[in-house]
């Protein structure tokens, strides 16, 4: 750029106390074939679902092929902290300072030419105020790191966002931080912009240190504003939406190839059994290459005519390449005394079903899924939540209702809050239906940064406790880093989560276990789990119990079930004049690799609890019943779902 003339310097400098950022004397630009990388915590991730950022800056420089590559990541420091989850290793097992490796080799991978950095709220947060001086230690490394990997690259900063709320703990906690990333930037001579004073409203928040889609839109205008950037089209065209959801199909592709699922088995130390899947990874490329073509194309949004307004090249592939539906005949059980057994829905009403919840109507909600175990490459996410109904009463589903779809392997549904809870990938949603059409209309991110190292060891489980909170699960392969109003919530390998959904609090309620899809508690409030691995079987749990394996644990408590069981999946504990009285508080769990449902009959052990395996319910030969969940219906009876 040409040298301003000092006139210019000086009315610059005159108006930087006003202005709340900091800008260097060269104005900011985007260059032909630059590679913008968003790196940060929850406040980078989350815009890779809003895309406004990416619009604003696409757009204000309209005449340059630029790339984007989002990397934020939930929970995330300069040091790296939550990338640990592309370790190659088992959770737990990690050498120190694992993801800072890990965010060295991204660098590597991107070659930015220009660093979008938005770290600061989950460090202060964490950290607090003796965390400032490790947090700018941790930065200045990172972005020396940077230059190394790429000598010319250039740096702009955000603040942290200011919470929203009278008197949130971390609000000045957060000026702290803030003042450090702005003489970061001062140091580097790099553009810092202070995002404090945006999406200060109910309406621009998901809770008071996130913003929502249109706190992100706010965002935009923000930054370019600070950036002066010339007034662009991307504000008011009708024509930037096409725009914008082709970024935000991109943004997804660019997710399956810098943050796959199933590590564990594609990479990492697990890949003798389905490493083959490794080959798929990189094809993701195409995909991003032929989304930026019609980025390009979009992009000039005062010069598309009324026929290009949408971005949709094809429509999106939702059905599996290679896997086929194959109706299987229904197996022959072998029945416990007094029980009987039928069919209530079956294909074409429901896919694999993973997980179900009964609502106060007696419907139930059924987590179904098509991609599992992982998505193909080109397949947009084709699964759903169902809504099943006997409407008739005569003992079979007649109605089935798609209450929501474009789902990415959801592990776990629970109706509540005028709403449904879904386990899905790294998120918590919540969906809603806001116009009573049957079909969820609101979708909403209540936490992210669970793992996905093991699709299987996923966020599941869901369920509602007596104290009213959210209970959920993860297992042995996963590591989490959530990022809440009320610190940062971290759980390497097993354990499970209590959330409270009106305060947005999350604690670990328990820790360890192999693969814990099992959760429930009996009238007088006492907590239970089955194992799907580590052969143990059903263990008692209570706020701070930790089981093996918890890396690094002192002390591990056992199960309450002698024996050696294969794979327990669900735990029900039945009640009720359907069943006698010696099955009362039963702990019914299904044993999918036995083909089994089974039994526990539940005793008080001193300060603790006792179980005894009865007859089994049912079980057969056929190796194509795999029970995953089971459930008490309204009408007393069980509800079981078969996976396969």
């Known amino acids: 750029m040409p040298c301003m003339k000092p006139m210019f310097l000086l009315a610059v400098s005159l108006l930087l106390p006003l202005a709340s950022g900091w800008l260097p004397a060269a ?170 004073g945006v999406g200060l409203g109910d309406e621009l928040r998901k809770d008071p240190i996130h913003l929502n889609e249109q706190g992100y839109q706010a965002l935009a205008a923000h930054v370019a504003e600070q950036l002066r950037l010339a007034p662009a089209q991307w504000a008011n065209s009708p024509r930037r939406e096409a725009l914008r959801q082709v970024i935000l199909r991109k943004n997804v592709w660019w997710f399956h190839r810098s943050r796959p699922a199933n590590m564990a088995y594609v990479f990492g130390f697990r890949k003798h059994e389905q490493g083959q899947n490794a080959d798929e990874i990189p094809q993701f490329d195409d995909l991003i290459a032929r989304e930026e073509a019609t980025i390009a194309r979009l992009r000039k949004l005062s010069q598309q005519p009324t026929e290009h307004l949408s971005g949709e090249e094809a429509p999106p592939q939702l059905s599996s390449q290679f896997a086929e539906f194959k109706a299987q005949p229904h197996p022959e059980f072998s029945l416990a005394e007094d029980l009987e057994v039928t069919l209530w829905a079956e294909n074409p009403q429901l896919n694999k079903p993973i997980h179900m919840n009964f609502d106060p109507q007696g419907r139930l909600w059924v987590a179904s899924s098509e991609a599992y175990p992982m998505i193909e490459v080109g397949q947009a996410a084709p699964d759903k939540i169902l809504v099943l109904e006997d409407t008739t009463g005569d003992g079979r589903a007649d109605k089935s209702t798609v209450f929501a779809d474009g789902l990415l392997i959801p592990t776990g549904v629970v ?59 993860q297992s042995v392969y996963t590591r989490t880093d959530a990022e809440t109003p009320h610190g940062i919530v971290r759980l390497k390998a097993g354990g499970g989560f209590r959330y409270d959904p009106g305060s947005m609090r999350m604690e670990v309620f328990f820790r360890g276990l192999w693969n814990a899809w099992g959760h429930q508690f009996d009238a007088q409030g006492q907590s239970f789990l089955t194992d799907g691995a580590g052969f143990q079987g059903v263990a008692y749990t209570f706020p701070g119990a930790v089981f093996h394996p918890t890396p690094g644990a002192r002390r591990q408590l056992g199960l309450i079930s002698p024996g050696n069981y294969p794979k327990f999946a669900s735990l029900e504990i039945v ?20 083909n089994r449902v089974t039994r526990f009959s539940l005793l008080e052990q001193q300060a603790g609890f006792s179980t005894q395996q009865q007859e089994d319910l049912l079980r057969t030969s056929a190796s194509t019943f795999r029970p995953i969940d089971v459930k008490q219906g309204p009408d007393g009876a069980l509800y079981i779902a078969d996976w396969s």
């Open 27 to 196: 104005e900011f630009e985007l260059r032909e074939g630059d590679r913008v990388v968003l790196l940060g915590d929850a406040l980078i991730e989350q815009e890779q679902y809003a895309g406004w950022l990416e619009v604003m800056l696409t757009t204000a420089f309209e005449q340059h092929n630029v790339s984007f590559r989002n990397l934020g990541w939930s929970g995330d420091t300069p040091a790296g902290v939550s990338r640990q989850g592309l370790s190659l290793l088992q959770a737990g097992h990690e050498p120190a300072e694992e993801g800072w490796r890990q965010l060295q080799s991204q660098l590597a991978q991107t070659q930015p030419t220009l660093l979008v950095l938005g770290y600061g709220m989950s460090s202060a947060i964490e950290g607090g105020p003796a965390g400032r001086q490790a947090f700018i230690r941790d930065f200045d490394r990172l972005l020396l790191t940077a230059k190394e990997i790429s000598p010319d690259v250039r740096f702009l900063f955000l603040s942290p966002l200011q919470p929203f709320g009278s008197q949130h703990p971390s609000a000045s906690v957060l000026r702290l931080y803030a003042d450090a990333i702005r003489e970061l930037a001062q140091q580097h001579a790099a553009p810092y912009i202070d995002l404090s």
């Open 575 to 594: 009640s009720g004049d359907s069943y006698p009285p010696q099955w009362q508080n039963s702990l019914i769990t299904c044993d999918f690799r036995a």
């Open 415 to 473: 109706p509540g809050d005028g709403g449904v809870y879904v386990a899905q990938s790294t998120d918590l949603l919540f969906l809603k239906d806001s116009d009573g059409d049957g079909r969820a209309d609101v979708k909403q991110r209540v936490l992210s940064g669970f793992g996905t190292e093991d699709t299987h060891h996923n966020l599941h489980t869901l369920l509602w406790g007596p104290d009213g909170r959210l209970y959920m699960n």
